[in-house]
């Protein structure tokens, strides 16, 4: 469905995506993962040719991006981050109007539009004005909008920001049942458990750079360790944190901005008891111990040095 073959992108003497390729197949949902800025949207718009690239080949179903724009509109569905609808206009009114927008006929648009807000759940709404709505709702019909061309593609740019537990997890399930209804997904967030639900391939990107991508068992396949000890501690020497390395079991160590260590092990059976050894030794005096298990949070962390939402 999609082929990113070596995309880059510069403005001025700033490169914001450096070489990114990746591969999204028919009827699978996507999931690009990164922090904000890591350019996950700069790369949207660059599929959807709302921006040119610097370099490199985007096509989709097998029509190269550039060339056959008015043909590869009519696949793609895009919900982007911020809201596009007219908030003085009916729920049903803006659903028709971008149908119409797509090339839909008036009649095709009434019927389509309320196809589409009963797939976002909405229909009891659909003579209220956009201004009334939640944040949740304007999001939703947001993606309703996105959905008015039957779309072969569903480009998803962070479609969960700043709206309530409640209709964020209306979206999610509204999202998996399209997919499983074959329409292919690509869905990016910064949050690591929206990906995780949603999407059996990850592509994880940071400052515009692809950093790992494959299955969330390839991804977990690559984490140095099979849990993370999270230490918080009063005034480590440098000397404490090279000791931590040194410790058998111990992969890596990561010390966070805010003092906090992170040490990356493979089994903390006897490890927990040699790392409140080493901190008597060292006069270092440890406030809290928190293990986790590895997941695409620590993978983001081992390969960053930060988190997903710093």
């Given at each position: 469905?999609?082929?990113?073959?070596?995309?880059?992108?510069?403005?001025?003497?700033?490169?914001?995506?450096?070489?990114?390729?990746?591969?999204?197949?028919?009827?699978?949902?996507?999931?690009?993962?990164?922090?904000?800025?890591?350019?996950?949207?700069?790369?949207?718009?660059?599929?959807?040719?709302?921006?040119?690239s610097s370099g490199g080949e985007i096509r989709i179903g097998g029509k190269l991006v550039g060339k056959h724009l008015r043909e590869i509109k009519?696949?793609?569905?895009?919900?982007?981050?911020?809201?596009?609808?007219?908030?003085?206009?009916?729920?049903?009114?803006?659903?028709?109007?971008?149908?119409?927008?797509?090339?839909?006929?008036?009649?095709?648009?009434?019927?389509?539009?309320?196809?589409?807000?009963?797939?976002?759940?909405?229909?009891?709404?659909?003579?209220?004005?956009?201004?009334?709505?939640?944040?949740?709702?304007?999001?939703?019909?947001?993606?309703?909008?996105?959905?008015?061309?039957?779309?072969?593609?569903?480009?998803?740019?962070?479609?969960?920001?700043?709206?309530?537990?409640?209709?964020?997890?209306?979206?999610?399930?509204?999202?998996?049942?399209?997919?499983?209804?074959?329409?292919?997904?690509?869905?990016?967030?910064?949050?690591?458990?929206?990906?995780?639900?949603?999407?059996?391939?990850?592509?994880?990107?940071?400052?515009?750079?692809?950093?790992?991508?494959?299955?969330?068992?390839?991804?977990?396949?690559?984490?140095?360790?099979?849990?993370?000890?999270?230490?918080?501690?009063?005034?480590?020497?440098?000397?404490?944190?090279?000791?931590?390395?040194?410790?058998d079991g111990v992969e890596k160590v990561i010390t966070k901005p805010d003092g906090e260590i992170h040490l990356h092990m493979e089994?903390?059976?006897?490890?927990?008891?040699?790392?409140?050894?080493?901190?008597?030794?060292?006069?270092?005096?440890?406030?809290?111990?928190?293990?986790?298990?590895?997941?695409?949070?620590?993978?983001?962390?081992?390969?960053?040095?930060?988190?997903?939402?710093?």
């Open positions: 469905m999609l082929t990113v073959a070596d995309v880059k992108k510069s403005y001025q003497s700033k490169e914001v995506i450096r070489g990114i390729s990746l591969e999204v197949r028919e009827g699978e949902s996507f999931g690009l993962l990164g922090p904000n800025g890591a350019g996950k949207s700069t790369l949207i718009s660059m599929i959807c040719g709302l921006i040119p009519q696949l793609i569905g895009m919900v982007p981050q911020d809201i596009a609808l007219y908030p003085t206009m009916s729920a049903l009114d803006n659903l028709i109007f971008w149908g119409k927008m797509y090339g839909l006929s008036g009649k095709k648009a009434k019927v389509r539009a309320k196809e589409v807000l009963e797939i976002v759940g909405l229909t009891e709404r659909a003579k209220d004005r956009i201004e009334t709505f939640s944040g949740g709702m304007k999001r939703r019909i947001n993606i309703g909008a996105a959905l008015m061309h039957e779309p072969q593609l569903l480009i998803m740019d962070e479609p969960t920001v700043g709206i309530d537990p409640q209709s964020r997890n209306h979206i999610l399930e509204t999202v998996k049942r399209l997919n499983e209804q074959g329409l292919t997904v690509i869905y990016t967030s910064h949050y690591m458990e929206e990906v995780e639900y949603l999407c059996r391939r990850i592509a994880i990107i940071d400052e515009g750079k692809l950093i790992a991508s494959g299955t969330k068992k390839d991804l977990a396949d690559r984490l140095a360790g099979g849990s993370v000890l999270k230490l918080a501690v009063e005034s480590a020497e440098p000397s404490f944190i090279e000791n931590l390395k040194t410790l089994s903390e059976t006897e490890l927990l008891s040699a790392v409140i050894g080493l901190a008597s030794r060292s006069n270092v005096q440890i406030h809290n111990m928190q293990l986790a298990e590895s997941n695409l949070e620590t993978l983001f962390l081992q390969l960053t040095g930060r988190t997903l939402r710093e």
